[in-house]
């Protein structure tokens, strides 16, 4: 039988751990172990996890970061596969189920990922849009369906697992995350060769470290892509590495990560190039848009200057960050505070 091991990485999240180790308990394809990565909680994470039992695994580490969390599960797993689930996210009861199918069906991919929903601190469902538009800015940058994007350069079929029928798209996916990243750790299911192929999460990436690892692993093997929500994604809790505080570092941490990714294959593609210039082009203009948020005003100049010696030029985006930017502070808290009143 396949096995797979399950890796939590955790921080201060007990409340919503017992939820999230019960859906992985719960799948109708039973994990082999179920590893929570303790990254030096105060809480009573250990507590819940003893009260789980086997196969739940409570590894306790000094306060690191997630990278170093993850890694540390992948060091200890001992299954086929490696899922990761975030400890305050949900799977649906047949995530691994399909997952296991689907590379089975495609065995020329060594993993793959789903699409998620959304849902608030409650467990309730948000309003529209749900899933990869909402989770992936790419999608809306570009005004693209999913399904459209992938299906320009990806296998489209239908594949039979745990009972139905699956839209999967597989194939490269190397040249597309350049457009931007559509991956994300708890939808993602990987054969443990390739994550030993492929090393670990960069333990210097607090934030963002994902979007670097993934382009990592599409450079090494081809992914499929299954168009349903089996994961449960909460938003809207404290201390969330995806809160706004964060967004400067988020967005540094992603144009680390496609400069790293062009030196992977060489030379690039000309889809890939183009998609790099493209996606490193938005990168510098959200750079610029989020110190703008936080009132670093020469630091978003600068994001501005660097997108237009990219070879693009000004917009009426990048020409509107820019003029703001030479705003006086006061003038531009009063800009933040008019438009925050304007989206109520």
């Given at each position: 039988?396949?096995?797979?091991?399950?890796?939590?990485?955790?921080?201060?999240?007990?409340?919503?751990?017992?939820?999230?180790?019960?859906?992985?308990?719960?799948?109708?394809?039973?994990?082999?172990?179920?590893?929570?990565?303790?990254?030096?909680?105060t809480?009573?994470?250990?507590?819940?996890?003893?009260?789980?039992?086997?196969?739940?695994?409570?590894?306790?580490?000094?306060?690191?970061?997630?990278?170093?969390?993850?890694?540390?599960?992948?060091?200890?797993?001992?299954?086929?596969?490696?899922?990761f689930?975030?400890?305050?996210?949900?799977?649906?009861?047949?995530?691994?189920?399909?997952?296991?199918?689907?590379?089975?069906?495609?065995?020329?991919?060594?993993?793959?990922?789903?699409?998620?929903?959304?849902?608030?601190?409650?467990?309730?469902?948000?309003?529209?849009?749900?899933?990869?538009?909402?989770?992936y800015?790419v999608?809306r940058?570009?005004?693209?369906?999913?399904?459209?994007w992938f299906?320009?350069?990806m296998?489209?079929?239908?594949?039979?697992?745990a009972g139905?029928?699956?839209?999967?798209?597989?194939g490269?996916?190397?040249?597309?995350?350049?457009?931007?990243?559509?991956?994300?750790p708890?939808?993602?299911?990987?054969?443990?060769?390739?994550?030993?192929?492929?090393?670990?999460?960069?333990?210097?990436?607090?934030?963002?470290?994902?979007?670097?690892?993934?382009?990592r692993?599409?450079?090494?093997?081809?992914?499929?892509?299954?168009?349903?929500?089996?994961?449960?994604?909460?938003?809207?809790?404290?201390?969330?590495?995806?809160?706004?505080?964060?967004?400067?570092?988020?967005v540094?941490?992603?144009?680390?990560?496609?400069?790293?990714?062009?030196?992977?294959?060489?030379?690039?593609?000309?889809?890939?190039?183009?998609?790099?210039?493209?996606?490193?082009?938005?990168?510098?203009?959200?750079?610029?848009?989020?110190?703008?948020?936080?009132?670093?005003?020469?630091?978003?100049?600068?994001?501005?200057?660097?997108?237009?010696?990219?070879?693009?030029?000004?917009?009426?985006?990048?020409?509107?960050?820019f003029?703001?930017?030479?705003?006086?502070?006061?003038?531009?808290?009063?800009?933040?505070?008019?438009?925050?009143?304007?989206?109520?």
């Amino acid at each position: 039988m396949t096995t797979v091991s399950v890796v939590i990485p955790t921080y201060n999240r007990a409340q919503w751990l017992r939820y999230a180790v019960c859906s992985a308990l719960q799948q109708s394809h039973r994990p082999l172990e179920i590893l929570v990565v303790d990254d030096g909680s105060t809480d009573d994470t250990k507590d819940v996890c003893a009260q789980l039992g086997m196969p739940v695994r409570h590894i306790l580490q000094a306060h690191a970061g997630a990278a170093v969390a993850r890694n540390r599960g992948l060091h200890e797993a001992t299954g086929d596969f490696v899922a990761f689930l975030d400890s305050d996210d949900l799977w649906e009861p047949k995530k691994l189920e399909v997952h296991l199918a689907v590379q089975r069906a495609v065995p020329q991919v060594g993993w793959s990922i789903s699409d998620c929903r959304f849902i608030d601190a409650e467990g309730r469902p948000l309003a529209p849009p749900q899933g990869f538009t909402r989770a992936y800015p790419v999608f809306r940058d570009l005004h693209v369906a999913p399904q459209r994007w992938f299906g320009r350069s990806m296998t489209h079929t239908t594949i039979q697992a745990a009972g139905a029928g699956r839209t999967v798209y597989w194939g490269d996916a190397f040249d597309l995350l350049f457009e931007g990243n559509f991956v994300t750790p708890q939808c993602t299911v990987l054969e443990r060769r390739l994550c030993e192929r492929v090393g670990d999460f960069d333990p210097a990436m607090w934030v963002a470290q994902d979007t670097e690892y993934f382009h990592r692993v599409a450079a090494a093997s081809p992914v499929a892509i299954i168009m349903e929500p089996l994961v449960q994604w909460r938003v809207g809790l404290e201390q969330h590495n995806t809160s706004p505080r964060n967004t400067v570092q988020l967005v540094r941490n992603a144009l680390t990560s496609v400069d790293r990714a062009a030196r992977l294959r060489a030379p690039l593609t000309t889809t890939a190039q183009r998609g790099y210039r493209r996606g490193r082009l938005r990168l510098l203009l959200r750079l610029a848009y989020a110190q703008l948020s936080v009132l670093e005003r020469d630091a978003a100049r600068q994001a501005v200057l660097a997108a237009w010696r990219s070879g693009e030029g000004p917009s009426p985006r990048s020409l509107a960050i820019f003029a703001a930017s030479l705003l006086p502070r006061g003038a531009l808290r009063a800009l933040h505070r008019l438009k925050r009143m304007l989206r109520r």
